[in-house]
């Protein structure tokens, strides 16, 4: 079964010549570690994900050299030894996703200024780390009961849909895999079908593939809340339960900007995708109905909990059916289900998700076009209009204005007393006001990085 394959912006199709995808305009869609790289702008978002992965390697290098630190400062031989452990499982990481990362090219050294920008653009775990426990689930073997649920429940829902059988020659799309469990599964239970597992984190789809392809991966299971806190994380090996599924295909890419022809896919499973990602429900409805064919089903089982600073936003699943009908899509079936989430026997807490799963089929009404691949605001796009004078930017121009005046006052010499005078003759507070004002900043940034960033 072939995969019709289009450039992500034009929809055109694209051909494989030599080591790279080619499309219409020229652009080149390169193959990173066995996988299409099929994001609408490929150099930019390569090299994005290549300055996050630096950024992060250097950054759990200096994590493991200031443990180093510690461990010969601490006067105690229980902190050492736990200090050491944690070393050790961290050095473990590290090697684990210097492998997996090794496509990406990460070696290059950047420059400090490079450094800070991308640093402040890109924060930093939640990029290639944010779900490093979903891959940890769903190859560990320690989590194999979650894993079944979510397979058996996804299936359950999918025949009330449509009927489907092992010699079925289906077409399926599983958008938001991750580390893509629930691709592996559906590619072993459907044999004749091609499943495609798409997502845009390299760390996820690499580790996916590696794995898929029968190789062993060295990583460390690290504790949420650990009931033994000697004890931060464990070491774990990751494979594959069964043998390799040659209908598993991974290919990368943004969920806006589907690289398929319209009307390919029969089945479009979104596992915990739909409420985690930034635009309006409604965009990603009319994604994946551009690429569902008709009567084809698209299937979400996951978290249903919409968090957009407008209201209007946060949308029930009555109101997500609404939109859905509206664009594409009839309603077959819904339900919400208790599962056990990354439940992991070394943590002291246990967590439940109610998850929301819905079954759509696809009408014949036409969807051709998708939502706008630039999701920037105009003055963004077109740098020539004026920026607005939202309330926002004059909030945020002012405290940064002082944020950055008092932190430039420090050089080692001036008092606190010494920056209030300063910032209230700047300001025109009274001293007493600048002072308080002045304590509390530093105390507050001091503190806040107390704790580890989540
Ligand atoms: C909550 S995780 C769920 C992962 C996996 N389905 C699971 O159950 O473990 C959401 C996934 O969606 C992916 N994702 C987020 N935004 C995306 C986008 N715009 N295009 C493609 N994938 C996206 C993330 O990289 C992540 O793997």
Redesign the pocket.
């Known amino acids: 079964m072939k995969l019709p394959l289009a450039c992500p912006s034009t929809l055109q199709t694209i051909k494989l010549i030599g080591h790279e995808f080619s499309g219409a305009g020229g652009v080149s869609y390169p193959i990173v570690g066995g996988i299409p790289w099929l994001f609408p702008d490929p150099k930019l978002t390569l090299s994005d994900w290549r300055g996050r992965c630096q950024l992060l390697l250097e950054q759990l290098e200096i994590e493991i050299s200031n443990l180093k630190v510690a461990i010969k400062e601490t006067p105690s031989d229980l902190t050492r030894q736990r200090l050491e452990t944690t070393r050790q499982l961290r050095i473990r990481n590290l090697e684990m996703l210097k492998r997996i990362l090794e496509p990406l090219k990460p070696s290059l050294k950047m420059n400090a200024a490079t450094k800070k920008a991308i640093g402040y653009r890109l924060p930093l775990r939640q990029g290639l780390l944010g ?1 490093f426990p ?1 891959l940890i689930r ?1 190859w560990s073997g320690s989590f194999e009961s979650e894993n079944k649920i979510l397979f058996e429940a996804t299936l359950e829902i999918l025949q009330k849909t449509k009927p489907v059988r092992a010699e079925n020659e289906f077409r399926i799309l599983v ?5 893509s469990r ?1 691709a592996y599964d559906f590619a072993h239970k459907f044999p004749k079908s091609m499943v495609v597992a ?4 390299p760390m ?1 789809l690499l580790a996916a593939k590696t794995i898929n392809d029968g190789k062993k991966v060295q990583a460390v299971e690290a504790s949420m809340s650990a009931k033994d806190s000697a004890t931060p994380g464990r070491n774990v090996e990751l494979s594959a339960p069964g043998a390799l599924a040659s209908n598993l295909h991974f290919i990368f ?4 900007a589907l690289p398929f022809s319209s009307s390919t896919f029969d089945v479009v499973l979104t ?3 739909v409420d ?2 930034p635009r309006r429900f409604e965009e990603l409805v009319r994604s994946v109905a551009r690429v569902t064919s008709e009567s084809g089903v698209w299937i979400n089982s ?1 978290s249903w909990h919409f968090s957009f600073a407008d209201e209007t936003d946060n949308i029930s699943l009555p109101e997500g059916i609404e939109i859905a009908q509206q664009n594409g899509w009839k309603s077959r079936a819904s339900s919400q289900l208790e599962v056990p989430y990354l439940q992991s026997s070394f943590d002291s807490h246990r967590r439940f998700e109610t998850i929301t799963q819905f079954s759509m089929e696809r009408t014949a009404q036409p969807i051709t076009s998708q939502p706008t691949i630039d999701d920037r605001v105009d003055w963004i796009r077109n740098p020539s209009l004026p920026v607005p004078a939202a309330a926002i930017f004059t909030e945020g121009s002012t405290t940064h204005a002082v944020m950055a005046l008092v932190l430039s006052l420090v050089d080692g010499q001036r008092t606190l007393q010494d920056i209030a005078t300063i910032v209230s003759a700047e300001n025109g507070l009274p001293h007493e006001e600048a002072l308080e004002a002045v304590l509390s900043f530093f105390d507050r940034f001091i503190k806040d990085r107390h704790f580890r960033a989540t």
């Open positions: 779900y979903n769903d958008l938001g895999a991750g580390a629930l798409y997502d845009l984190n996820l890419g943004d969920v806006y596992p915990w995708l985690i990602v996951g």
